[in-house]
C-alpha cells in the first residue's frame, strides 16, 4: 500500500475516532457537567495539538531522526525487515510502552525530570483532548525514542503511521471523560477508570498509574491505584496542587523558573498578550451566534487585573522559588 493511501485510512479512521469518543463523553460522562469547551481547550487545541505538533513533527523526523540514521549504519542489524507489519506494529507498540511506564514513573519521581511533565498534569478538567498537553521536551524525548528503532531498524514505511495512529487513539481514550468498566481487561488494557486516577490531585496516585496502553505495567511493577471509586467533582480533585500558568508560553517559562502569572498582568504588553486569546473567543462570539451558543463558558475567559481577581474557593500552595514536589 502507498504511504498516501495509508495517511487518507489513518486520518479517515482518526476523524471517525474523535467523533465517536466526544459522543461516548456526551453519554455516559465520567465528570457530570464538564463542559466541552471546558478550562484551557483551546490551548490545548491551538498550541498543544495543532502547532506544537506541527513544529515537532519537522524536528524530530527531520532534524533528529534523519541525521541519526545518516550515523548509524545498522543495515546489518535489519532483522525486523523479515517479519510482517503487524508483528512489527506489535513489537514496537509493546517495547516503546514498556519505556513510557519506566520513563513516566522516573519524570514523577525526579525533581528535574518532573518540570518536563507537570503540565501534563496541570488541567483541572481532564477530556479526550487534555493528552495532547505535554512540554516540548517530553515529546521530543519520547517521541524521538519512539520513532528513531523503527526508522534505524529498518521496519516498514507503514509501522509509522500506524503507530502514531493508536498512539493519538489511545491517548485520547485514556484521558476522555467517559464513565467506562472494562472488566477482567483492565489488568491488561488502560482505560480512563485507571489514568484519570492519575490526573488526580492526590498524594496516593502521585506514584501510581502510569501505564498508558497497557496497563499490565503497573499490575505486574505493582504501582496500580484502583480504589473503586471517582476523584471527586471539585476543582481541588484534579489537576496540581499548586497554582499553574494558563499560557502555552509561560507553562514553558514556568517549567525553567517558578513565578506568579497573575503578577505579570501589571504590565500592559504582557495583559495586552494575555488577554488576546479571551478577546478573540469573545469578538468570535459577538460576530458568530453559532459559536456563542457552542462556547457558552466565554464569559469566564476574561483575565482581570491581580486585585480585581476573584479569589478561587480552594486554597492552592504558594509558587516557591524552589521545587514543587511531592514528597515520596
Ligand atoms: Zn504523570
Ligand atoms: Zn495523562
Not at 31 to 47: I, Y
Not at 48 to 71: R, W
Not at 132 to 145: A, C, K
Not at 226 to 240: F, I, Y
Request: a positive charge; proline letters at 5%; hydrophobic letters at 45%.
Amino acid at each position: 500500500m502507498d504511504q498516501s493511501k495509508l495517511l487518507a485510512i489513518t486520518t479517515t479512521i482518526l476523524i471517525c475516532w474523535v467523533i465517536f469518543i466526544i459522543a461516548w463523553e456526551r453519554i455516559s460522562p465520567y465528570r457530570k457537567g464538564l463542559p466541552f469547551f471546558r478550562e484551557g481547550f483551546w490551548v490545548d487545541l491551538v498550541w498543544y495539538t495543532i502547532i506544537q505538533s506541527y513544529f515537532l513533527k519537522i524536528l524530530i523526523f527531520d532534524y533528529i531522526i534523519a541525521p541519526l540514521q545518516h550515523h548509524f549504519d545498522w543495515s546489518g542489524f535489519q532483522f525486523i525487515k523479515s517479519w510482517s507489519v503487524t508483528e512489527q506494529v506489535l513489537f514496537f507498540l509493546v517495547t516503546h510502552d514498556l519505556y513510557i511506564y519506566l520513563f513516566h514513573r522516573l519524570q514523577h519521581a525526579n525533581k528535574v525530570l518532573w518540570r518536563t511533565h507537570e503540565a501534563h498534569h496541570s488541567g483541572k478538567e481532564v477530556d479526550f483532548l487534555a493528552g495532547s498537553r505535554s512540554h516540548i521536551v517530553e515529546i521530543i524525548i519520547n517521541q524521538t525514542i519512539e520513532f528513531a528503532p523503527i526508522v534505524i531498524l529498518g521496519a516498514n514505511p507503514m509501522v509509522i503511521p500506524i503507530k502514531a495512529l493508536l498512539d493519538a487513539m489511545f491517548g485520547m481514550f485514556i484521558h476522555a471523560n467517559i464513565d467506562v468498566k472494562l472488566g477482567k481487561l483492565k489488568y491488561f488494557l488502560n482505560s480512563p477508570e485507571l489514568h484519570l486516577w492519575h490526573h488526580a490531585n492526590y498524594r496516593e496516585v502521585f506514584h501510581a498509574n502510569f501505564s498508558t496502553k497497557f496497563s499490565l505495567w503497573d499490575h505486574f511493577f505493582g504501582t496500580a491505584y484502583d480504589p473503586g471509586h471517582k476523584p471527586g467533582d471539585k476543582r481541588e480533585n484534579w489537576g496540581l496542587y499548586y497554582d499553574y500558568p494558563k499560557d502555552y508560553f509561560l507553562q514553558h517559562a514556568f517549567s525553567v523558573k517558578r513565578f506568579d502569572e497573575q503578577k505579570f498582568l501589571r504590565y500592559r504588553w504582557f495583559s495586552w498578550y494575555y488577554n488576546s486569546r479571551p478577546r478573540m473567543v469573545g469578538w468570535l462570539s459577538s460576530k458568530w451566534k453559532l459559536f456563542r451558543k457552542l462556547n457558552p463558558v466565554t464569559e469566564k475567559l476574561e483575565y482581570k487585573t491581580p486585585d480585581d481577581l476573584p479569589r478561587e474557593p480552594i486554597e492552592l500552595k504558594p509558587i516557591q522559588e524552589d521545587y514543587i514536589f511531592y514528597d515520596k
